[in-house]
């Protein structure tokens, strides 16, 4: 039986732009005083909002913290009644600073506030991350490699079928052990 080719996941850059666009409105922002709050270059804002840019995980944290959301609010596009995320697909941003990538498989309810995520990350790569929205409670199962991940000044390195969670509120590093690693994420907004 012959196999399907995976279809290429769309680009994530206009579902980023209009949500970007729709909380910064929400939130009564102007383009420069979101910027300020993010600590990014108001021509990078623009440029997002746009649809031109190139979103990374570390400037959407960014906007995400300074907007007080959830960071699957800017990434995750409106949800149909039944959904399927297949391997490799889905809404993937990579990271700016290491070998690092998210991909969103589901946000929560805005009552809710809690989105599951694949996280892939190859050996030697550290990828911090400052704090999230105040709350935030990550949750984590290894499902292969060997990872080092949580609180800056409390690490713990987990294998296959691990878990662990720690404070995402406050700095945190992820860091891979072997060549690949990779672990489903469950961030909790409280």
Same mark, same amino acid.
């Given at each position: 039986?012959?196999?399907?080719?995976?279809?290429?996941?769309?680009?994530?850059?206009?579902?980023?732009?209009?949500?970007?666009?729709?909380?910064?409105? /929400?939130?009564?922002?102007?383009?420069? %005083?979101? #910027?300020?709050? $993010? +600590?990014?270059?108001? @021509?990078?804002? =623009?440029?997002?909002?746009?649809?031109?840019?190139?979103?990374?995980?570390?400037?959407?944290?960014?906007?995400?913290?300074?907007?007080?959301?959830?960071?699957?609010?800017?990434?995750?596009?409106?949800?149909?009644?039944?959904?399927?995320?297949?391997?490799? /697909?889905?809404?993937?941003?990579?990271? %700016?600073? #290491?070998?690092? $990538? +998210?991909?969103?498989? @589901?946000?929560? =309810?805005?009552?809710?506030?809690?989105?599951?995520?694949?996280?892939?990350?190859?050996?030697?790569?550290?990828?911090?991350?400052?704090?999230?929205?105040?709350?935030?409670?990550?949750?984590?199962?290894?499902?292969?490699?060997?990872?080092?991940?949580?609180?800056?000044?409390?690490?713990?390195?987990?294998?296959?079928?691990?878990? $662990?969670?720690?404070?995402?509120?406050?700095?945190?590093?992820?860091?891979?052990?072997?060549?690949?690693?990779?672990?489903?994420?469950?961030?909790?907004?409280?």
């Amino acid at each position: 039986m012959q196999q399907e080719p995976a279809a290429a996941s769309p680009s994530p850059g206009p579902a980023i732009a209009a949500a970007i666009r729709r909380e910064r409105e /929400q939130a009564r922002l102007s383009i420069t %005083e979101l #910027a300020r709050r $993010a +600590g990014i270059a108001k @021509s990078t804002l =623009s440029q997002l909002e746009s649809g031109t840019g190139s979103p990374n995980v570390e400037t959407l944290w960014a906007l995400a913290v300074a907007l007080d959301v959830p960071f699957s609010q800017l990434v995750d596009p409106p949800a149909a009644q039944v959904r399927v995320v297949r391997a490799g /697909q889905g809404p993937r941003v990579p990271s %700016e600073h #290491a070998n690092y $990538a +998210g991909t969103l498989l @589901s946000a929560g =309810s805005p009552r809710g506030r809690r989105d599951i995520y694949v996280i892939e990350l190859s050996a030697g790569a550290v990828r911090r991350a400052d704090p999230h929205i105040s709350g935030s409670v990550e949750h984590l199962v290894v499902a292969e490699g060997r990872i080092r991940v949580g609180p800056t000044n409390n690490p713990i390195e987990l294998d296959p079928g691990d878990y $662990a969670s720690f404070p995402g509120d406050v700095p945190h590093f992820y860091e891979a052990l072997t060549p690949h690693a990779w672990w489903f994420l469950v961030m909790d907004h409280r």
